[in-house]
T-cell receptor, first 114, second 114 residues
């Protein structure tokens, strides 16, 4: 079956530091890959996505590249801000399962200190 | 404003007392689903619906029921809640049931079953 593995958290960084959150996946088909972000007390919202190998998703300074050869979709940002503090979820959606069902990783809590 | 709404946001109940969590979207989306979020487990899908009157089980359906009588609404029913259903619940929707579709999440319902 499908699965997503994220680096364990929590992650604490100082403002303007470089961020990497690792994500690897296992899928039986050709999945789309997503990063969702959950701010405190809110629901999840899409941060970025990539739908085929070698695609790069980007938004708000965050980037992730769909690497089929390493089954990875690592999230990066060059300079984090306090406002980036949130929980980040890596997820995949595979056409072989129920429509657009998302399989999530465990989530990584990011705290950015001033 | 395009959104997914859930009610109630917080609920404390006792074992065995039937409850319903409502979910509504105003984006004319075909696909709707329910997830539960538990620490260390990420989000797991409970039930999903491809369209009106079409529903099916997700990964963790035991103890839950759903219905889809109207396109915009997708209530989650707990006929006889138990303490292991204490969790944070999210409703989500997407335009189509396709792997590349972005899913839009509601704000969440935090349920405590005593």
């Amino acid at each position: 079956g499908n699965s997503v593995t994220q680096m364990e958290g929590p992650v604490t960084l100082s403002e303007e530091a470089f961020l990497t959150i690792n994500c690897t996946y296992t899928a039986t088909g050709y999945p789309s890959l997503f990063w969702y972000v959950q701010y405190p007390g809110e629901g999840l919202q899409l941060l970025l996505k990539a739908t085929k190998a070698d695609d790069k998703g980007s938004n708000k300074g965050f980037e992730a590249t769909y690497r089929k050869e390493t089954t990875s979709f690592h999230l990066e940002k060059g300079s984090v801000q306090v406002s980036d503090s949130a929980v980040y979820f890596c997820a995949l959606s595979d056409a072989l399962t129920s429509g657009s069902r998302l399989t999530f990783g465990e989530g990584t809590q990011l705290t950015v200190n001033p | 404003e395009a959104q997914v709404t859930q009610n109630p946001r917080y609920l404390i109940t006792v074992t065995g007392k039937k409850l319903t969590v409502t979910c509504s979207q105003n984006m004319n989306h075909e696909y709707m689903s329910w997830y539960r979020q538990d620490p260390g487990l990420g989000l797991r899908q409970i039930y999903y619906s491809m369209n009106v009157e079409v529903t099916d089980k997700g990964d963790v359906p035991e103890g839950y029921k759903v219905s889809r009588k109207e396109k915009r609404n997708f209530p989650l029913i707990l006929e006889s809640p138990s303490p292991n259903q204490t969790s944070l619940y999210f409703c989500a929707s997407s335009l189509k049931a396709l792997r590349q579709e972005t899913q839009y999440f509601g704000p969440g319902t935090r349920l405590l079953v005593l």
